[in-house]
């Protein structure tokens, strides 16, 4: 996996901060964006504790799903209680179900990479920019968060707790008791 370097010339250690496309960005995409600039500002920091959270949590985070004040002070989720949130507030889509212009700073809608069995997961990933070469923000095993491929991502889990080609998957974040934002401006109507 490559290092996100904030100026990839320069070989600096920082890492990228996100960085919007040329998207109209609501409250709640901007609080997305400073929650990845805050994970990503604690890679670089020799940090024990940063190192112990898993990818669910720095995902979950991202999605704003804690009302922590901030990544260092969350508790942190098991693989249990991943498993039981995505369960209960997501639903399983295709990979094409993702508009191909999808930016998270920009849209309602939220999507997980999820590889291994639902379950069971291994890893949680944020889409974050589909027209992005590395589009997905997580937190690897070993080298801190930042954003991937889904071929950085197939080599890196290849074959860890027995992972194949089929366990990844993707997730939409549902929407309960709410209009869906893919809805927005929709008319409908209820007939008995």
């Given amino acids: 996996m490559q290092k996100?370097?904030?100026y990839e010339s320069a070989g600096t250690g920082?890492?990228?901060p996100f960085k919007p496309r040329m998207v109209k960005m609501d409250h709640e995409g901007i609080l997305v964006?400073?929650?990845m600039d805050e994970i990503t500002s604690l890679c670089?920091?020799?940090h024990p504790i940063y190192e112990q959270v898993t990818s669910f949590s720095v995902a979950l985070y991202t999605l704003?799903?804690?009302d922590s004040p901030d990544f260092m002070s969350l508790q942190d989720v098991s693989t249990t209680d991943a498993a039981e949130i995505l369960d209960r507030e997501f639903s399983e889509i295709r990979f094409n179900d993702i508009p191909v212009d999808y930016h998270i700073a920009g849209s309602k809608e939220r999507y997980l990479l999820v590889i291994g069995a639902p379950e069971f997961p291994v890893h949680f990933a944020v889409v974050?920019?589909?027209?992005s070469s590395r589009p997905y923000f997580s937190?690897?095993?070993f080298f801190g968060a930042g954003y991937d491929s889904i071929d950085e991502l197939k080599t890196e889990f290849a074959g860890y707790d027995g992972v194949t080609a089929e366990d990844f998957r993707f997730y939409r974040k549902n929407w309960y008791g709410q209009i869906p934002p893919d809805?927005?401006?929709k008319i409908y109507i209820v007939k008995d």
Avoid: C, Q, T, V
Avoid at 128 to 131: E, K, P, Q, S, Y
């Fill in 4 to 6: 996100n370097l904030k």
């Fill in 14 to 16: 920082a890492p990228a």
């Fill in 33 to 35: 964006s400073e929650r």
């Fill in 44 to 46: 670089d920091r020799n």
């Fill in 64 to 66: 704003g799903f804690f």
């Fill in 128 to 131: 974050g920019d589909m027209r």
């Fill in 139 to 141: 937190k690897l095993p």
């Fill in 183 to 185: 809805s927005m401006g």
